[in-house]
């Protein structure tokens, strides 16, 4: 079964300033996608990011990048320029791609608190 | 934009009562699923349905739950005897399916149920 960790339950960051959140994962599967979620109070659950497995290149989207290491089995999430909006629970999540429809697998969740 | 919509926002119930939380997908999506966090964990994969039945469950997922497909749009998840562990924010979502692979899967704003 796969796993996905999050070590970092808190985190915190300056306005403007750029923070990473980490996440690791465990897998024998060669073909998956990997999801970062935003969860702000309201709990809803917005996709931030996807990454491709296959794909050597990193995701990014705007203020968003990541920094995948298959070999590693990491995935941590680079936000830049941060803004008082990007406070929120944010969840690294595993989804096979051998298997369609399967289900998203998440971490713990990494609480983010923006300073201003 | 097309979203997931899920109703009621909150849901308040007595234990060993019945409970149905609905949900609207998105419209021309084919994989429907159900997750639940409670507060202050991570968020669980429950079930996964797709052409009418379910493709795939959880532990947690016992004789207590079903899904339902009635008509065209909605999907509900029935809990048949409610217990106080039940009580936990459940999460709705929906994917697109082409050319054998299914995409994001997108959420809705969940269900706070609340078993007293």
């Known amino acids: 079964a796969q796993t996905v960790t999050q070590s970092q339950p808190e985190m915190s960051v300056q306005e403007a300033e750029t923070v990473t959140l980490s996440c690791t994962y465990d897998?024998?599967?060669?073909?998956?996608?990997l999801f970062w979620y935003k969860q702000p109070p309201s709990r809803q659950m917005i996709l931030v990011i996807r990454?491709?497995?296959?794909?050597?290149q990193n995701a990014t989207e705007n203020r968003f990048s990541v920094n995948f290491q298959k070999a590693a089995k990491s995935f941590s999430l680079k936000i830049s320029d941060s803004q008082l909006g990007d406070a929120a629970m944010y969840f690294c999540a595993y989804r096979s791609a051998e298997t369609s429809g399967s289900r998203l697998t998440f971490g713990e969740g990494t609480q983010l608190t923006v300073n201003p | 934009e097309p979203e997931v919509t899920q109703t009621p926002s909150h849901q308040v119930t007595q234990m060993g009562q019945e409970v149905i939380l609905r949900c609207v997908p998105i419209?021309?999506?084919?994989?429907f699923y159900w997750y639940r966090q409670i507060l202050g964990q991570k968020v669980e994969f429950l079930v996964s349905f797709y052409n009418n039945e379910i493709s795939e469950k959880s532990e947690i997922f016992d004789d207590q739950f079903s899904v339902e497909r009635p008509d065209g749009s909605n999907f509900t998840l029935k809990i048949r005897s409610t217990k106080l562990e039940d009580s936990a924010m459940y999460f709705c979502?929906?994917?697109?399916?082409?050319?054998?692979?299914?995409?994001?899967?997108?959420f809705g704003p969940g269900t706070r149920l609340t078993v007293t």
């Open positions: 897998t024998s599967e060669s073909d998956y996608y």
């Open positions: 419209s021309n999506h084919l994989y």
């Open positions: 979502a929906s994917s697109d399916y082409h050319r054998g692979y299914s995409y994001e899967q997108y």
């Open positions: 990454q491709e497995a296959y794909k050597q």
